[in-house]
Protein backbone atom coordinates (compact mmCIF):
# COMPACT_ATOMS: atom_id res chain seq x y z
CA UNK A 1 0.00 0.00 0.00
CA UNK A 2 0.97 3.65 -0.95
CA UNK A 3 1.80 5.30 2.32
CA UNK A 4 0.65 9.19 2.69
CA UNK A 5 2.01 11.66 4.46
CA UNK A 6 1.37 15.92 4.62
CA UNK A 7 3.78 18.04 2.79
CA UNK A 8 1.77 21.25 3.13
CA UNK A 9 -0.88 22.85 5.61
CA UNK A 10 -3.02 25.82 4.95
CA UNK A 11 -5.97 27.40 6.93
CA UNK A 12 -8.07 30.60 7.15
CA UNK A 13 -9.68 30.93 10.57
CA UNK A 14 -11.27 32.59 12.94
CA UNK A 15 -7.74 32.74 14.73
CA UNK A 16 -5.56 33.55 11.83
CA UNK A 17 -5.67 34.20 8.13
CA UNK A 18 -2.91 31.51 8.32
CA UNK A 19 -1.81 28.27 9.97
CA UNK A 20 0.99 29.71 12.19
CA UNK A 21 -1.43 32.33 13.92
CA UNK A 22 -3.81 29.53 13.89
CA UNK A 23 -2.30 27.32 15.48
CA UNK A 24 -0.67 30.25 17.72
CA UNK A 25 -3.74 31.35 18.77
CA UNK A 26 -5.11 27.90 19.45
CA UNK A 27 -2.23 27.15 21.44
CA UNK A 28 -2.99 30.44 23.51
CA UNK A 29 -6.32 29.44 24.26
CA UNK A 30 -7.66 32.14 22.50
CA UNK A 31 -11.51 32.35 21.34
CA UNK A 32 -12.40 33.12 17.61
CA UNK A 33 -15.98 34.14 18.39
CA UNK A 34 -16.93 37.80 18.16
CA UNK A 35 -20.58 39.59 18.37
CA UNK A 36 -22.03 40.58 14.74
CA UNK A 37 -20.79 44.41 14.00
CA UNK A 38 -23.94 44.90 11.88
CA UNK A 39 -27.73 45.15 11.70
CA UNK A 40 -28.85 41.29 11.51
CA UNK A 41 -29.97 41.04 15.50
CA UNK A 42 -32.32 44.28 15.25
CA UNK A 43 -33.08 43.57 11.58
CA UNK A 44 -34.15 40.13 11.83
CA UNK A 45 -34.99 39.50 15.26
CA UNK A 46 -31.60 36.60 15.17
CA UNK A 47 -31.41 34.79 18.48
CA UNK A 48 -28.13 34.64 18.36
CA UNK A 49 -26.11 37.53 18.32
CA UNK A 50 -22.17 35.96 17.34
CA UNK A 51 -20.09 33.80 15.31
CA UNK A 52 -16.37 32.47 15.19
CA UNK A 53 -15.73 35.10 12.16
CA UNK A 54 -12.88 34.68 10.35
CA UNK A 55 -9.68 36.87 11.64
CA UNK A 56 -8.48 38.41 8.20
CA UNK A 57 -11.74 38.81 5.62
CA UNK A 58 -10.53 37.28 2.13
CA UNK A 59 -11.68 40.77 0.61
CA UNK A 60 -7.91 42.13 2.42
CA UNK A 61 -6.15 38.73 0.81
CA UNK A 62 -7.62 38.21 -2.85
CA UNK A 63 -8.05 40.66 -5.60
CA UNK A 64 -11.23 42.14 -6.21
CA UNK A 65 -12.13 40.39 -9.53
CA UNK A 66 -11.38 36.99 -7.64
CA UNK A 67 -13.96 37.97 -4.81
CA UNK A 68 -16.44 38.60 -7.25
CA UNK A 69 -16.06 35.70 -9.21
CA UNK A 70 -16.08 33.07 -6.06
CA UNK A 71 -18.19 32.43 -3.33
CA UNK A 72 -16.60 33.26 0.26
CA UNK A 73 -16.72 29.42 0.53
CA UNK A 74 -14.40 29.09 -2.37
CA UNK A 75 -12.64 32.23 -1.47
CA UNK A 76 -11.56 30.55 1.80
CA UNK A 77 -10.48 27.32 0.12
CA UNK A 78 -8.02 28.96 -2.46
CA UNK A 79 -6.46 31.44 0.04
CA UNK A 80 -5.79 28.12 2.79
CA UNK A 81 -4.99 26.06 -0.64
CA UNK A 82 -2.25 28.84 -1.78
CA UNK A 83 -0.55 28.65 1.30
CA UNK A 84 -0.68 25.28 1.61
CA UNK A 85 0.50 24.91 -1.78
CA UNK A 86 3.67 26.97 -0.98
CA UNK A 87 4.00 25.57 2.19
CA UNK A 88 4.91 22.49 0.18
CA UNK A 89 7.30 23.79 -2.26
CA UNK A 90 4.59 24.59 -4.81
CA UNK A 91 5.69 20.88 -5.84
CA UNK A 92 6.65 19.72 -9.11
CA UNK A 93 4.19 17.58 -10.44
CA UNK A 94 2.52 15.98 -13.66
CA UNK A 95 -0.97 17.65 -13.62
CA UNK A 96 -2.39 14.25 -14.48
CA UNK A 97 -0.91 13.44 -10.85
CA UNK A 98 -2.15 15.78 -9.24
CA UNK A 99 -5.53 16.01 -7.78
CA UNK A 100 -7.56 18.19 -5.60
CA UNK A 101 -10.57 17.03 -2.98
CA UNK A 102 -12.10 20.06 -1.04
CA UNK A 103 -15.59 20.09 0.03
CA UNK A 104 -18.27 22.30 1.65
CA UNK A 105 -21.28 21.24 3.83
CA UNK A 106 -23.61 23.62 2.88
CA UNK A 107 -22.70 25.43 -0.62
CA UNK A 108 -22.24 28.63 -1.85
CA UNK A 109 -25.54 30.50 0.20
CA UNK A 110 -24.51 33.62 -0.12
CA UNK A 111 -24.29 33.64 -3.77
CA UNK A 112 -27.72 32.10 -3.46
CA UNK A 113 -29.16 33.62 -1.50
CA UNK A 114 -28.21 37.20 -2.74
CA UNK A 115 -29.13 36.23 -6.37
CA UNK A 116 -32.95 35.42 -4.97
CA UNK A 117 -32.55 38.73 -2.81
CA UNK A 118 -31.37 40.51 -6.73
CA UNK A 119 -34.44 38.92 -8.36
CA UNK A 120 -36.81 39.90 -5.91
CA UNK A 121 -35.87 43.22 -5.82
CA UNK A 122 -34.86 43.41 -9.36
CA UNK A 123 -36.46 40.74 -11.76
CA UNK A 124 -34.60 38.00 -13.52
CA UNK A 125 -32.55 40.04 -16.15
CA UNK A 126 -30.71 41.13 -13.36
CA UNK A 127 -29.43 37.84 -11.98
CA UNK A 128 -25.55 37.52 -12.61
CA UNK A 129 -24.16 34.95 -15.07
CA UNK A 130 -21.64 33.59 -12.43
CA UNK A 131 -24.15 32.54 -10.42
CA UNK A 132 -24.24 28.86 -10.87
CA UNK A 133 -20.68 28.20 -11.25
CA UNK A 134 -20.30 30.64 -7.35
CA UNK A 135 -23.21 28.48 -6.00
CA UNK A 136 -22.54 24.94 -6.85
CA UNK A 137 -21.26 23.36 -4.07
CA UNK A 138 -18.45 21.86 -6.04
CA UNK A 139 -16.80 24.87 -6.81
CA UNK A 140 -14.79 25.24 -4.42
CA UNK A 141 -12.61 22.36 -5.51
CA UNK A 142 -12.95 23.35 -8.74
CA UNK A 143 -11.48 26.70 -8.20
CA UNK A 144 -8.77 24.28 -6.38
CA UNK A 145 -8.01 22.07 -9.33
CA UNK A 146 -8.55 25.55 -11.64
CA UNK A 147 -5.41 27.15 -9.60
CA UNK A 148 -3.03 24.33 -9.76
CA UNK A 149 -3.97 22.62 -12.99
CA UNK A 150 -4.89 19.87 -11.37
CA UNK A 151 -5.87 17.12 -13.33
CA UNK A 152 -6.01 13.55 -11.85
CA UNK A 153 -9.67 14.40 -10.61
CA UNK A 154 -11.58 16.81 -8.67
CA UNK A 155 -13.80 15.56 -5.89
CA UNK A 156 -16.20 17.36 -3.37
CA UNK A 157 -17.89 14.72 -1.13
CA UNK A 158 -21.06 16.21 0.81
CA UNK A 159 -21.30 15.29 4.29
CA UNK A 160 -22.50 18.40 6.17
CA UNK A 161 -20.05 18.54 9.21
CA UNK A 162 -17.77 15.80 8.17
CA UNK A 163 -17.37 16.79 4.52
CA UNK A 164 -13.84 18.35 5.28
CA UNK A 165 -12.71 15.08 6.53
CA UNK A 166 -14.34 13.34 3.70
CA UNK A 167 -12.67 14.98 1.71
CA UNK A 168 -9.27 14.11 2.71
CA UNK A 169 -10.41 10.76 2.95
CA UNK A 170 -11.35 11.13 -0.58
CA UNK A 171 -7.63 12.67 -1.48
CA UNK A 172 -6.22 9.55 0.64
CA UNK A 173 -7.85 7.40 -1.47
CA UNK A 174 -6.53 9.08 -4.86
CA UNK A 175 -3.52 8.40 -4.01
CA UNK A 176 -3.62 4.69 -2.08
CA UNK A 177 -5.42 3.80 -5.44
CA UNK A 178 -2.51 4.64 -7.52
CA UNK A 179 -4.58 8.03 -9.22
CA UNK A 180 -2.95 10.65 -8.16
CA UNK A 181 0.80 10.99 -6.33
CA UNK A 182 -0.06 14.57 -4.72
CA UNK A 183 -3.62 15.87 -3.88
CA UNK A 184 -4.66 19.15 -2.28
CA UNK A 185 -7.30 18.60 0.14
CA UNK A 186 -9.57 19.88 2.55
CA UNK A 187 -12.61 21.74 3.57
CA UNK A 188 -14.32 25.07 3.34
CA UNK A 189 -17.46 26.53 4.98
CA UNK A 190 -18.80 30.46 4.73
CA UNK A 191 -22.44 30.17 6.17
CA UNK A 192 -22.39 32.88 8.63
CA UNK A 193 -25.72 34.33 6.79
CA UNK A 194 -28.69 35.05 8.70
CA UNK A 195 -30.91 32.10 6.73
CA UNK A 196 -28.38 29.74 8.08
CA UNK A 197 -27.96 31.06 11.84
CA UNK A 198 -31.50 31.02 12.02
CA UNK A 199 -32.37 27.52 10.47
CA UNK A 200 -29.48 25.84 13.12
CA UNK A 201 -31.34 28.36 15.73
CA UNK A 202 -34.72 26.55 14.31
CA UNK A 203 -33.49 23.11 15.26
CA UNK A 204 -32.03 24.11 18.78
CA UNK A 205 -29.03 23.54 17.84
CA UNK A 206 -27.11 27.07 18.42
CA UNK A 207 -25.40 28.03 21.46
CA UNK A 208 -28.10 31.12 22.57
CA UNK A 209 -25.88 32.65 25.48
CA UNK A 210 -25.34 35.91 23.98
CA UNK A 211 -24.23 37.57 27.08
CA UNK A 212 -20.26 35.65 26.65
CA UNK A 213 -19.83 34.76 23.01
CA UNK A 214 -16.15 33.55 23.46
CA UNK A 215 -17.01 31.60 26.51
CA UNK A 216 -20.48 30.07 24.30
CA UNK A 217 -18.73 27.08 23.36
CA UNK A 218 -18.09 24.94 25.74
CA UNK A 219 -17.79 21.39 24.49
CA UNK A 220 -17.95 18.66 27.47
CA UNK A 221 -18.83 21.38 30.56
CA UNK A 222 -21.89 20.62 32.02
CA UNK A 223 -23.54 24.18 31.10
CA UNK A 224 -22.89 23.41 26.89
CA UNK A 225 -26.23 24.41 25.47
CA UNK A 226 -25.31 24.23 21.42
CA UNK A 227 -22.67 24.94 18.88
CA UNK A 228 -21.46 28.15 17.63
CA UNK A 229 -20.91 28.76 14.02
CA UNK A 230 -17.97 29.43 12.77
CA UNK A 231 -16.27 30.06 9.62
CA UNK A 232 -13.28 29.40 7.16
CA UNK A 233 -10.91 26.34 5.31
CA UNK A 234 -8.44 24.19 6.15
CA UNK A 235 -6.43 22.32 3.19
CA UNK A 236 -3.54 20.05 3.68
CA UNK A 237 -1.80 18.64 0.90
CA UNK A 238 -1.57 14.96 0.52
CA UNK A 239 1.20 13.02 -1.12
CA UNK A 240 2.97 9.96 -1.47
CA UNK A 241 5.39 9.16 0.85
CA UNK A 242 7.72 7.80 -2.02
CA UNK A 243 6.62 11.38 -4.38
CA UNK A 244 7.68 13.48 -1.11
CA UNK A 245 11.19 11.57 -0.45
CA UNK A 246 12.13 11.74 -4.47
CA UNK A 247 11.23 15.84 -4.45
CA UNK A 248 12.87 15.43 -0.45
CA UNK A 249 9.77 17.51 1.00
CA UNK A 250 9.50 18.09 4.42
CA UNK A 251 6.54 15.75 6.05
CA UNK A 252 4.56 16.79 8.65
CA UNK A 253 2.86 13.62 9.61
CA UNK A 254 1.45 10.43 8.21
CA UNK A 255 -2.19 9.94 6.89
CA UNK A 256 -2.04 6.27 8.24
CA UNK A 257 -5.75 5.42 7.74
CA UNK A 258 -9.34 6.19 7.97
CA UNK A 259 -12.87 4.75 8.68
CA UNK A 260 -16.24 5.89 7.83
CA UNK A 261 -19.49 4.89 8.20
CA UNK A 262 -23.16 6.36 8.43
CA UNK A 263 -25.62 5.74 11.31
CA UNK A 264 -28.99 5.15 9.04
CA UNK A 265 -30.41 6.15 12.62
CA UNK A 266 -31.92 9.63 12.00
CA UNK A 267 -32.06 12.40 9.31
CA UNK A 268 -30.09 14.76 12.39
CA UNK A 269 -29.61 13.25 15.57
CA UNK A 270 -26.49 10.79 16.31
CA UNK A 271 -27.18 7.20 17.21
CA UNK A 272 -27.78 6.84 20.96
CA UNK A 273 -25.56 4.25 21.37
CA UNK A 274 -22.68 6.17 19.05
CA UNK A 275 -22.29 2.71 17.06
CA UNK A 276 -21.67 4.42 13.79
CA UNK A 277 -19.18 6.65 15.63
CA UNK A 278 -17.27 3.90 17.02
CA UNK A 279 -17.43 1.87 14.42
CA UNK A 280 -15.44 4.53 12.11
CA UNK A 281 -13.08 4.84 14.72
CA UNK A 282 -12.61 1.16 14.92
CA UNK A 283 -12.12 1.06 11.26
CA UNK A 284 -9.49 3.56 11.00
CA UNK A 285 -7.45 2.52 13.62
CA UNK A 286 -7.57 -1.51 11.58
CA UNK A 287 -6.75 0.25 8.06
CA UNK A 288 -4.07 2.25 9.61
CA UNK A 289 -2.26 -0.88 11.61
CA UNK A 290 -2.11 0.47 14.86
CA UNK A 291 -4.03 -0.42 17.88
CA UNK A 292 -5.88 1.54 20.45
CA UNK A 293 -2.58 1.82 22.75
CA UNK A 294 -0.29 3.10 19.77
CA UNK A 295 -2.55 6.70 19.93
CA UNK A 296 -2.09 9.46 22.26
CA UNK A 297 -4.22 12.36 21.25
CA UNK A 298 -7.80 12.72 19.88
CA UNK A 299 -9.41 15.69 18.57
CA UNK A 300 -12.91 15.41 18.87
CA UNK A 301 -15.93 16.20 16.66
CA UNK A 302 -17.45 17.63 20.10
CA UNK A 303 -19.40 21.04 18.98
CA UNK A 304 -21.08 21.74 22.81
CA UNK A 305 -23.91 20.69 21.83
CA UNK A 306 -25.73 18.43 25.33
CA UNK A 307 -26.39 15.21 23.67
CA UNK A 308 -23.46 14.58 20.85
CA UNK A 309 -20.74 15.12 23.34
CA UNK A 310 -21.03 12.83 25.26
CA UNK A 311 -22.12 10.13 22.76
CA UNK A 312 -18.62 10.61 21.17
CA UNK A 313 -16.88 10.34 24.38
CA UNK A 314 -18.16 7.32 25.41
CA UNK A 315 -17.44 5.95 22.11
CA UNK A 316 -13.77 7.47 22.41
CA UNK A 317 -13.74 5.34 26.15
CA UNK A 318 -15.19 2.10 24.38
CA UNK A 319 -13.55 2.38 21.07
CA UNK A 320 -9.48 3.07 23.33
CA UNK A 321 -10.44 0.97 26.44
CA UNK A 322 -7.81 1.85 29.31
CA UNK A 323 -5.98 3.29 26.93
CA UNK A 324 -8.43 6.14 27.10
CA UNK A 325 -6.50 7.13 30.43
CA UNK A 326 -3.16 7.94 28.40
CA UNK A 327 -5.11 10.17 25.65
CA UNK A 328 -5.35 13.93 25.46
CA UNK A 329 -8.13 14.76 24.28
CA UNK A 330 -8.69 18.29 22.91
CA UNK A 331 -12.02 20.36 21.36
CA UNK A 332 -10.68 23.05 19.20
CA UNK A 333 -14.22 24.10 18.40
CA UNK A 334 -14.30 25.79 22.05
CA UNK A 335 -11.78 28.21 20.43
CA UNK A 336 -12.88 28.23 16.58
CA UNK A 337 -16.61 27.84 16.39
CA UNK A 338 -17.71 25.06 13.94
CA UNK A 339 -16.46 25.27 10.91
CA UNK A 340 -19.17 22.65 9.22
CA UNK A 341 -17.53 21.28 5.95
CA UNK A 342 -14.46 23.16 7.12
CA UNK A 343 -14.52 21.83 10.51
CA UNK A 344 -12.78 18.22 9.81
CA UNK A 345 -9.99 19.97 7.63
CA UNK A 346 -8.98 22.26 10.26
CA UNK A 347 -8.95 20.02 12.77
CA UNK A 348 -7.22 17.80 11.39
CA UNK A 349 -4.13 20.30 10.97
CA UNK A 350 -4.62 20.81 14.77
CA UNK A 351 -4.03 17.02 15.05
CA UNK A 352 -1.27 17.10 12.37
CA UNK A 353 0.76 20.34 13.98
CA UNK A 354 0.03 18.34 17.30
CA UNK A 355 2.06 15.05 16.26
CA UNK A 356 4.21 17.62 15.00
CA UNK A 357 5.35 19.97 18.09
CA UNK A 358 4.39 17.38 20.52
CA UNK A 359 1.73 19.66 21.86
CA UNK A 360 -1.92 19.26 22.15
CA UNK A 361 -4.11 22.29 22.12
CA UNK A 362 -6.27 23.33 25.24
CA UNK A 363 -10.06 22.81 25.20
CA UNK A 364 -11.17 26.42 26.87
CA UNK A 365 -14.65 27.33 28.48
CA UNK A 366 -14.99 24.43 30.71
CA UNK A 367 -15.10 25.39 34.35
CA UNK A 368 -17.26 22.11 35.14
CA UNK A 369 -16.76 18.98 33.17
CA UNK A 370 -19.42 16.87 32.65
CA UNK A 371 -19.52 14.30 35.29
CA UNK A 372 -19.64 11.50 32.71
CA UNK A 373 -16.56 12.42 31.20
CA UNK A 374 -13.68 9.34 31.27
CA UNK A 375 -11.47 10.98 28.66
CA UNK A 376 -8.57 13.16 30.03
CA UNK A 377 -9.42 16.26 28.63
CA UNK A 378 -6.73 19.00 27.88
CA UNK A 379 -8.04 22.45 29.36
CA UNK A 380 -7.03 25.79 29.67
CA UNK A 381 -3.38 25.31 28.51
CA UNK A 382 -1.73 22.95 25.98
CA UNK A 383 -0.05 19.91 26.91
CA UNK A 384 2.80 17.72 25.97
CA UNK A 385 2.43 13.92 24.29
CA UNK A 386 5.04 11.45 24.66
CA UNK A 387 8.26 12.69 23.85
CA UNK A 388 9.85 10.05 22.31
CA UNK A 389 8.69 7.36 19.97
CA UNK A 390 6.41 7.37 17.11
CA UNK A 391 2.93 9.03 18.32
CA UNK A 392 -0.66 8.19 16.63
CA UNK A 393 -3.69 10.30 16.86
CA UNK A 394 -7.37 10.21 16.06
CA UNK A 395 -9.44 12.65 14.24
CA UNK A 396 -13.69 12.45 14.20
CA UNK A 397 -15.79 14.64 11.91
CA UNK A 398 -19.38 13.58 12.43
CA UNK A 399 -22.38 15.07 10.22
CA UNK A 400 -26.14 15.77 10.36
CA UNK A 401 -27.38 12.90 7.91
CA UNK A 402 -25.39 10.06 10.54
CA UNK A 403 -22.39 10.50 8.49
CA UNK A 404 -19.29 9.29 10.69
CA UNK A 405 -15.83 9.72 9.62
CA UNK A 406 -12.23 8.95 11.69
CA UNK A 407 -9.07 9.64 10.24
CA UNK A 408 -5.84 8.60 11.97
CA UNK A 409 -2.48 10.22 11.54
CA UNK A 410 0.84 9.52 13.11
CA UNK A 411 3.87 10.91 13.55
CA UNK A 412 6.55 11.69 10.77
CA UNK B 1 -28.94 60.33 -19.69
CA UNK B 2 -25.60 59.64 -20.04
CA UNK B 3 -23.39 60.79 -23.18
CA UNK B 4 -20.76 58.39 -25.00
CA UNK B 5 -17.80 59.75 -22.46
CA UNK B 6 -19.89 58.96 -19.42
CA UNK B 7 -20.77 55.54 -21.27
CA UNK B 8 -17.13 54.64 -21.73
CA UNK B 9 -16.14 56.05 -18.11
CA UNK B 10 -19.27 53.70 -16.56
CA UNK B 11 -18.65 50.51 -18.68
CA UNK B 12 -14.62 51.19 -18.04
CA UNK B 13 -15.29 51.00 -14.49
CA UNK B 14 -17.52 47.53 -14.75
CA UNK B 15 -14.95 46.09 -16.77
CA UNK B 16 -11.73 47.20 -14.31
CA UNK B 17 -13.92 46.04 -11.44
CA UNK B 18 -15.22 42.42 -12.93
CA UNK B 19 -11.53 41.63 -14.86
CA UNK B 20 -8.45 43.57 -12.40
CA UNK B 21 -7.42 45.49 -15.75
CA UNK B 22 -6.86 49.11 -15.53
CA UNK B 23 -9.70 51.22 -16.46
CA UNK B 24 -7.62 53.10 -18.94
CA UNK B 25 -6.77 50.23 -20.80
CA UNK B 26 -10.60 50.02 -21.68
CA UNK B 27 -10.45 52.16 -24.47
CA UNK B 28 -13.07 52.50 -27.38
CA UNK B 29 -11.02 50.57 -30.47
CA UNK B 30 -10.49 47.43 -28.00
CA UNK B 31 -11.72 44.11 -28.83
CA UNK B 32 -13.54 42.74 -25.22
CA UNK B 33 -11.75 39.67 -26.25
CA UNK B 34 -8.44 39.61 -27.67
CA UNK B 35 -7.22 42.69 -26.34
CA UNK B 36 -8.87 42.31 -22.94
CA UNK B 37 -9.10 38.93 -22.33
CA UNK B 38 -12.55 38.72 -21.91
CA UNK B 39 -14.52 35.43 -22.08
CA UNK B 40 -17.95 34.77 -22.33
CA UNK B 41 -19.36 34.39 -19.11
CA UNK B 42 -17.78 37.84 -18.08
CA UNK B 43 -18.55 39.41 -20.77
CA UNK B 44 -22.33 38.12 -20.03
CA UNK B 45 -21.70 39.37 -16.48
CA UNK B 46 -20.39 43.09 -17.86
CA UNK B 47 -23.15 43.24 -19.99
CA UNK B 48 -26.13 42.77 -17.15
CA UNK B 49 -24.29 45.00 -14.83
CA UNK B 50 -24.43 47.88 -17.78
CA UNK B 51 -27.73 46.86 -18.13
CA UNK B 52 -28.31 47.89 -14.35
CA UNK B 53 -25.94 50.71 -14.26
CA UNK B 54 -27.44 52.23 -17.88
CA UNK B 55 -30.91 51.64 -17.28
CA UNK B 56 -31.12 49.83 -20.75
CA UNK B 57 -31.75 46.27 -22.13
CA UNK B 58 -28.79 44.44 -24.23
CA UNK B 59 -30.47 41.64 -25.56
CA UNK B 60 -28.33 38.28 -25.32
CA UNK B 61 -28.01 38.00 -29.35
CA UNK B 62 -27.32 41.60 -29.56
CA UNK B 63 -23.75 40.63 -27.30
CA UNK B 64 -22.39 39.19 -29.76
CA UNK B 65 -22.37 41.75 -32.07
CA UNK B 66 -20.28 43.80 -29.62
CA UNK B 67 -17.08 43.02 -30.84
CA UNK B 68 -15.04 45.95 -29.17
CA UNK B 69 -15.74 48.26 -26.70
CA UNK B 70 -17.14 51.24 -29.06
CA UNK B 71 -19.46 48.79 -30.34
CA UNK B 72 -21.13 48.69 -26.68
CA UNK B 73 -20.64 52.45 -26.15
CA UNK B 74 -23.09 52.93 -29.25
CA UNK B 75 -25.46 50.32 -28.70
CA UNK B 76 -25.86 51.61 -25.05
CA UNK B 77 -26.30 55.22 -26.29
CA UNK B 78 -28.67 54.09 -28.74
CA UNK B 79 -30.80 52.25 -26.20
CA UNK B 80 -30.99 55.10 -24.27
CA UNK B 81 -33.44 56.70 -26.61
Known amino acids: MTDVVITGLGATSPLGGDVPTTWEGALAGRSGVRPFDNDWVEKYDLPVHFAGQLAVPTSEVLSRPETRRMDPSAQMAIVAAREAWADAGSPEVDPDRLGAAVSSGIGGIWTLLNG ?77 HPLPIAAFAAMAALSKNN ?146 TRTAPPTINVSSPDPELQVDLVRDTPRELPAEGQLAAINNSFGFGGHNVALVFGTA | MADKNEILAGLAEIVAEETGLDANEVALDKSFTDDLDIDSLSMMTIVTLAEEKFDVRIPDEEVKNLTTVGDAVTFIEGAQN
Open chain 1, 116 to 192: WDTMKEKGANRVLPMSVPMLMPNSPVAYVSLEFGARAGAHAPVSACASGAEAIAAGFEMIQSGRADIVVAGGTEAAI
Open chain 1, 211 to 356: DDPQGASRPYDTSRDGFVLGEGSGIVVLESAEHAAARGARVYARLLGLGMTADAHHIAAPEPDGAGQSKAMKFALERAGVTAADISHVNAHATSTPVGDMIEARGIRGVLGSQADHVLLSATKSMTGHLLGGAGALESIFTIKALE
